[in-house]
């Protein structure tokens, strides 16, 4: 294999052959890794040719992809999220800074300043909002690059694992609340304003859109009955949630996944959380068989972190989000 980088390249929309060859290169140093390097908004991304992004692939002299960075760019104003991963077998050749560089060489093009398919141009970063990368694993290389390059530690996500075939106490929920399944087309509206609701003070998830619904409703893995909805008998308010997600990848064990958990702050206290919490858990040991299972949970809720670790979890990985203004 070639030392030698020959050509780094960006557009705004990567063909199936591309895209394929990105999902393998992030496979393969998942593997290696024990972490997947691209986050399921990137992955979703990557396959929506109408979600606003830059792709920068990097290749050797044969042609292989060696990297590839993912521009979010939304919201440039806001921000821009970069996802970043480097071939295991083309590391400590300098891929991984190459493409950061390029990163921060780059303005973040929107809809109407780019004609779909051309690449984007290489103007000052800094008319947009900060940059913030990923550093899925924690990987000690991710660090050092992100301190060489200016950027700050800013925020710590854990993912937390459980196995199911440990004791699962019964849901008891609050009097007057039932649980029902999620209906695709009927219950969208009412659960992205309870989402709202439930995430206001978060990052990303309470910001949700219709559309980022639709997609996710889209997804292969997508099972309604492990959608649990949390609703009051008398008045049929939604007051909490239980996304529940399996993750099935050919070479690897299933694991079941708290997805997405959330109740309506005027619920709070009522052991509604807990309820649901183990109502997943439940399904997903019952119902599809599962033997373990795993959350992401920001560092900074110690309230969810306690909850969470009193049900038996306990801490598996972390991933880091870096921030550089």
């Known amino acids: 294999m070639s030392e030698r980088i020959i050509r780094l390249s960006g557009s705004d929309r990567l063909d199936p052959a591309e895209i394929t060859e990105v999902l393998e290169l992030a496979r393969a140093a998942g593997d290696v890794d024990g972490a997947d390097p691209l986050d399921e908004q990137v992955l979703l991304r990557l396959r929506d040719d109408r979600a606003p992004a830059v792709h920068l692939t990097a290749r050797a002299d044969d042609g292989t992809l060696t990297g590839y960075a993912h521009l979010d760019t939304g919201d440039p104003a806001a921000g821009v999220e970069v996802g970043l991963v480097v071939h295991p077998a083309y590391r400590r050749r300098g891929t991984g800074r190459a493409l950061a560089r390029e990163v921060l060489a780059r303005q973040v093009p929107t809809r109407d300043e780019q004609p779909r398919g051309a690449p984007a141009p290489e103007v000052d970063v800094s008319a947009a909002g900060p940059l913030r990368a990923w550093a899925h694993g924690d990987h000690p290389s991710a660090a050092a690059l992100a301190v060489d390059l200016g950027f700050r530690r800013a ?21 007057g609340v039932t649980l029902r399944a999620f209906r695709p087309g009927a219950d969208d509206e009412a659960w992205l304003a309870l989402n709202a609701r439930a995430f206001a003070d978060h990052p990303e998830q309470g910001r949700w859109t219709a559309e980022d619904l639709r997609v996710r409703l ?16 008398a008045t049929g308010r939604l ?12 070479g690897s064990a299933r694991i079941g996944e708290v997805y997405v958990l959330g109740v309506d702050p005027s619920a709070h206290g009522g052991g509604l959380g807990r309820a649901l919490t183990t109502a997943g858990l439940a399904y997903l040991r019952e119902q599809r068989g599962l033997d373990r299972v795993m959350l992401y949970v920001d560092e900074s809720n110690t309230g969810a972190v306690a909850l969470y670790e009193r049900i038996g979890f306990a801490r598996w990985s972390a991933h880091v989000n870096y921030e550089r203004p």
């Open 155 to 175: 925020r710590v996500l854990w993912q937390l694992r459980r196995p199911l075939t440990a004791p699962l106490t019964a849901p008891r929920l609050p009097d």
């Open 218 to 233: 889209a997804e292969p893995w997508f099972d309604p009955a492990g959608f649990l909805l949390a609703v009051e008998s």
């Open 239 to 250: 007051v909490g949630f239980h996304w529940t997600k399996v993750h099935e990848r050919p």
